[in-house]
């Protein structure tokens, strides 16, 4: 259907106009991963072996905060104030509609993994990207599963004032878990447990094999196995419990 | 007195019915809408008349009863149908960081006969405010945009959801005008409305819909008249207000004044007069009726 095809782009330099424009967005998924490496960066200036281990930590999250944060914030925001009614009313094809916005969502991660890429090589003497092919498919992966995870969680808030509330008790658990146990070799074993289990530390492995070196793609592919899996059950409940419009009070 | 246009109607429904678990919105509405006309859905709030124009629209499904709306199911939601409908929500709301202008051209892109986009700004009264974002615009503009937002694809049928609760008279004033220049291009119209001078002014036909069903329909003057074509009202001795609805209002004066002469009375504040479409609304929407 070229049809179909031309409006998802079309759609997509829509969602890309839109991200350019609003400012803090802008900010929130480039400056502040940024800001984040620069100063642990700089705190952990000299240990190369500890910079190794803060450029991928910080990309992962880059990735769950530029797919999950953003598409849950903005999903709830186009529902609650009937921007996706509107849509929903009209002949672009839902297809079209979510190809545009899950392709913002991915050229917004891809620039990011280039900045911090970029910043780590040039600030803290990181090397170019080991594993390219690794790179590639878990940031795919990767967007993926978080986009569809935030797609999903949009459904479990309730009003656009309390979005930042559920976005955070979610984020900022998983960020903590999923670091403590990358970098800590002295993680409790429960702990660890959970991080394996979350889809980010897995993510977080797979963005280190590939910047910073270290076994190849098939090495990892139990990490993949695991950020698969959440992408699979986020999909399921992205679509199934989507909602186009405000609840009824 | 308008004749409803031969041929298909762009809408017909009959004895639809919506539950929300127990509670039952739309309880047997049965209406035809011819094409070229404008319908409007006339009720208090809560009357199920969103509810029913939303089924039409196909965001919701019915519990019951038949829909066609130019000949298809909206329930199916095909893609051939929204390309012949237009919708203006009660509230829709718009891309924050887009201009008028932008976001009509993403619209036509939608659609496969789009209208002229400069066209549509100007239909809509937009030309001043076409390269502001969306954010800065004021409420009126925000809902001038809801119109042309609908228009552009050139639609052959609009649904316009209480179009223009929450206006100053002013522009309830230019937003009745635009309705009209959009019946003039030959546009079915089917809107909903808890004002009675915006149904009396602007519908062809008018439903008056309260707790889920259809209380009377029919042109606005025809439905003023109703059964009754005439109503004589006094007050009688004791002081209180009597009417009297007749078909044959010279018969009943006779009968009153002949009576009141006889009596020596004079018949305070006697009136004939033809009941208008608010007599009829508030009499068949007040809660004891």
Not at chain 2, 203 to 222: M, Y
Not at chain 2, 270 to 279: A, M
Request: proline residues 5%; contains cysteine.
């Amino acid at each position: 259907m070229p049809d179909a095809i031309a409006l998802s782009w079309r759609q997509y330099r829509l969602e890309r106009r839109m991200f350019w424009r609003n400012p803090s967005a802008a900010f929130f998924n480039f400056m502040l991963p940024l800001l984040i490496l620069a100063g642990a960066g700089a705190a952990l200036s000299g240990n190369q072996h500890q910079l190794n281990r803060l450029v991928p930590m910080i990309a992962g999250m880059s990735v769950m905060s530029t797919t999950f944060t953003a598409l849950a914030y903005n999903v709830v925001f186009l529902r609650e104030r009937g921007v996706l009614k509107r849509i929903r009313g009209t002949p672009l094809p839902t297809i079209s509609y979510f190809a545009g916005v899950a392709a913002n969502a991915v050229t917004n991660t891809a620039l990011q993994i280039v900045i911090i890429d970029l910043a780590g090589k040039l600030l803290f003497g990181i090397g170019w990207p080991a594993h390219v092919d690794c790179l590639i498919v878990f940031v795919l992966v990767g967007v993926v599963c978080f986009a569809a995870l935030g797609v999903a969680f949009a459904h479990a808030i309730p009003n656009f004032e309390s979005t930042a509330a559920y976005v955070n008790a979610v984020f900022l658990p998983v960020v903590a878990v999923s670091f403590y146990a990358f970098d800590s070799s002295s993680a409790p074993g429960f702990v660890r447990t959970i991080a394996d289990a979350l889809p980010l530390k897995p993510l977080i492995q797979g963005l280190s094999a590939a910047l910073v070196g270290g076994k190849g793609l098939g090495a990892h592919l139990d990490e993949l196995a695991v950020l698969a899996l959440w992408g699979v059950f986020g999909c399921h409940l992205a679509v199934r419990g989507f909602s186009w419009e405000q609840r009824r009070t | 007195m308008i004749e409803p246009v031969s041929g298909d109607p762009a809408i017909e429904v009959r004895d639809l019915r919506k539950r929300y678990g127990e509670f039952e919105a739309v309880r047997g509405i049965d209406i035809t809408v011819a094409r070229g006309e404008v319908f409007a859905l006339l009720g208090p709030n809560g009357a199920g008349k969103t509810t029913t124009v939303e089924i039409l629209e196909g965001y919701r499904a019915r519990s019951d009863g038949e829909v066609s709306v130019l000949g298809e199911d909206p329930a199916k939601r095909s893609l051939r149908l929204r390309r012949r409908i237009g919708i203006v929500l009660q509230s829709g709301g718009i891309y924050s960081y887009v201009t008028p202008r932008e976001a009509l051209r993403h619209w036509a892109s939608f659609y496969p006969h789009a209208r002229d986009v400069d066209e549509v700004l100007d239909l809509a009264g937009l030309r001043e405010a076409a390269d502001v974002r969306s954010r800065r615009l004021s409420g009126g503009q925000l809902r001038r945009l809801d119109f042309a937002l609908a228009i552009v694809g050139d639609p052959e049928l609009m649904f316009l959801d209480e179009p223009t609760t929450g206006f100053d008279p002013q522009a309830r004033r230019a937003a009745w005008d635009t309705v009209r220049s959009l019946r003039e291009l030959g546009k079915t119209i089917l809107l909903t409305t808890h004002y009675l001078e915006e149904a009396q002014t602007l519908a062809d036909r008018v439903a008056i819909v309260k707790d889920g069903r259809v209380l009377a329909i029919g042109p606005p003057r025809e439905l003023g008249v109703g059964a009754a074509h005439y109503r004589i009202s006094y007050r009688n001795s004791a002081g209180e207000l009597v009417e009297r609805d007749t078909d044959d209002p010279t018969a009943l004066l006779h009968e009153l004044t002949a009576e009141a002469l006889a009596r020596g009375e004079r018949l305070e504040e006697l009136s004939v007069g033809r009941p208008t479409l608010e007599d009829v609304y508030l009499e068949l929407t007040a809660a004891d009726a």
